[in-house]
Every structure is written in structure tokens, then in C-alpha cells.
């Protein structure tokens, strides 16, 4: 057996960029393990009848590499379909889910999906894909898949209407969506942190919901305020002016301490604006500040 050598210690080539798409069942586990292993061979299928009706069924021919997850699956797509991929792939995606979902008899579970798009070097294996496409750029796919943004829409929306969220790594998005290669305008995407709690992942990304729904009360809170940035340093109060939120009555004490700053949520570069629900898509509309 080979073994590449170590990190930092060897020239070697870069492998090719390789897009990737990774999807997975929202409440899989939820499911009753009796449902589990049809679940499993139904994610692909519906997924490769969207490739198909994209008119770019090639990619399940012989992808650089591929691997089914148990509740979804990851495979490598040339680059030149990334856009593709965006749009119309993942609208096709949600029509694909919502059909079936209709046709789900009561007691069935319907499947609702997320989906991750991005981009990166990956050693590729078109006659061996189920061992091939290992590297950082495939785990920061998963690592999209999983992060709180995507996770909080698609259980904010309403599951008889949309059946799909995505998110779109940010060279992704800079690359394929500002880059103008695909159809989908920037303002279809709503910019956001995505982390994933105890891995230490915390990525610029985008936001995609092909068919909106239900409440976007959520939307506040897919961004936290990152751990790392200062709360604001306030102004030193004067000698004759007492610090906000004391009061100059009584002696300081347990009781009269200052109210504490509370570093809440946020949308990343969302100030002055508010996000809305569009036909075919979430964008962010500017308002006036007042």
C-alpha cells in the first residue's frame, strides 16, 4: 500500500477543482427506523430525475466521486455545471420534491431536503468515486449542510410548501451567482454566518429557498454575532455625570449595577435593510434609515 507523503514535506500537484453538492433529510432520524433504508434510495432518485430534467444527467454517468450519507448523498459535478446547479437545479429540486410529496400517502414520510453547493481541489476517481473526493473542501460542504442558517429557514417555512433550502459556499456564490454565469440575481440570496456549534466552523455563505413560505420571523437570528468581535468600548462618563442606567439616589451596590450589554443576533452587512420574500426566491430590499 502507497501512502502520499507528509503535509509540507512534498511537492506534489493540486487536484482539479471540483464542485460539489451535498444533500440531506430534514427529521431523518425522526423517521421510524423501519422507513430509514427507503428513505436512503429515495434521496437519490429524486435527485437524479431533477439532474435529468436539467438536462444535465451526465454528472450520475461516472462523477469524480460520490458517496451515499444515509440520509442523502455527496457528489462531485465538474465546475462548468456549477451553474447549472444554482439554477435551474435547484428550483427543479423543490418541483421534483413537491410532486412526490403530494403522492405520499398519510402515515409516509414526505422528504424535505438541504443542499450545499461548493467548490475546491479534490483528488477525483471516475472508475473508483466511492473512495475518491476526500479533502477540506468536501468537509466544509458538510459542514454547510449542517450550520444553524440552513437548519432555522427550513424549519421556519412551512413543510406543505417548501420542501428544499440550499446555501451556497461564498466562493460559490462569488464565482457562479455575482459572476453572472447563472440566471438567479444576487438579491435571490440573503448573505449569512454559517457555524456549526462545537466545530469550530464559521464561514461567509449564502442563503437560497427556491419556494418561501410560512413565517421569516427566523431570519434575525441566522447570524450570531461572531464570538470574536468586541462589544463597542462606551465613552468615559464625567465627573458629574453618572454611567447610563444608574441611578444617582442611592450608593452603588448588588442593586444598582448598570444593565448588561446583551450581544444579540444578527444579519451579516444588513444594516439599513430588511429581508423579504420574493416570487422564486428570498433577496434583501434596502429601506430608507431613518
Known amino acids: 500500500m502507497s501512502f502520499t507523503p507528509a503535509p509540507y514535506t512534498f511537492t506534489r500537484e493540486l487536484p482539479p477543482y471540483t464542485g460539489i453538492l451535498a444533500v440531506d433529510a430534514k427529521g431523518f432520524t425522526a423517521e421510524p427506523g423501519s422507513t430509514h433504508q427507503d428513505i436512503a434510495r429515495l434521496i437519490p432518485q429524486l435527485a437524479r430525475q431533477a439532474f435529468d430534467e436539467c438536462g444535465v444527467g451526465e454528472v450520475w454517468q461516472a462523477p469524480p466521486f460520490y458517496s451515499n450519507t444515509g440520509d442523502g448523498f455527496a457528489i462531485g459535478v465538474p465546475t462548468r455545471l456549477l451553474p447549472a446547479l444554482v439554477h435551474p437545479f435547484l428550483a427543479v429540486l423543490q418541483q421534483v420534491l413537491t410532486t412526490h410529496n403530494a403522492s405520499v400517502l398519510r ?63 461564498d466562493r460559490v456564490f462569488d464565482d457562479v451567482v455575482r459572476g453572472g454565469y447563472t440566471s438567479r440575481h444576487p438579491d435571490h440570496f440573503l448573505e449569512v454566518t454559517a457555524s456549526v ?47 447610563p442606567g444608574w441611578d444617582q ?42
Do not use: C
Request: hydrophobic letters at 35%.
Open 197 to 243: 456549534p462545537g466545530k469550530g466552523f464559521s464561514q461567509r455563505a449564502w442563503l437560497y429557498v427556491p419556494e418561501p413560505s410560512g413565517s421569516l420571523l427566523a431570519v434575525p437570528r441566522l447570524a450570531a454575532r461572531p464570538a470574536e468581535e468586541p462589544p463597542p468600548i462606551p465613552a468615559p462618563a464625567r465627573r458629574d455625570q453618572s454611567p
Open 107 to 169: 402515515g409516509q414520510p414526505a422528504i424535505r431536503l438541504r443542499a450545499s453547493l461548493h467548490v475546491g481541489p479534490l483528488p477525483a476517481d471516475p472508475d473508483d468515486p466511492a473512495t475518491a473526493g476526500n479533502g477540506t473542501a468536501r468537509n466544509e460542504t458538510h459542514r454547510l449542510l449542517d450550520s444553524d442558517p440552513i437548519r432555522i429557514i427550513l424549519a421556519a417555512a412551512q413543510p406543505s410548501v417548501t420542501h428544499l433550502a440550499a446555501i451556497l459556499s
Open 249 to 290: 439616589s442611592s450608593p452603588p451596590g448588588a442593586g444598582n449595577q448598570p444593565p448588561a450589554r446583551v450581544a444579540g443576533p444578527r444579519i451579516n452587512d444588513n444594516s439599513g435593510q430588511a429581508a423579504s420574500v420574493v416570487q422564486g426566491g428570498m433577496r434583501q430590499t434596502r429601506s430608507g434609515r431613518r
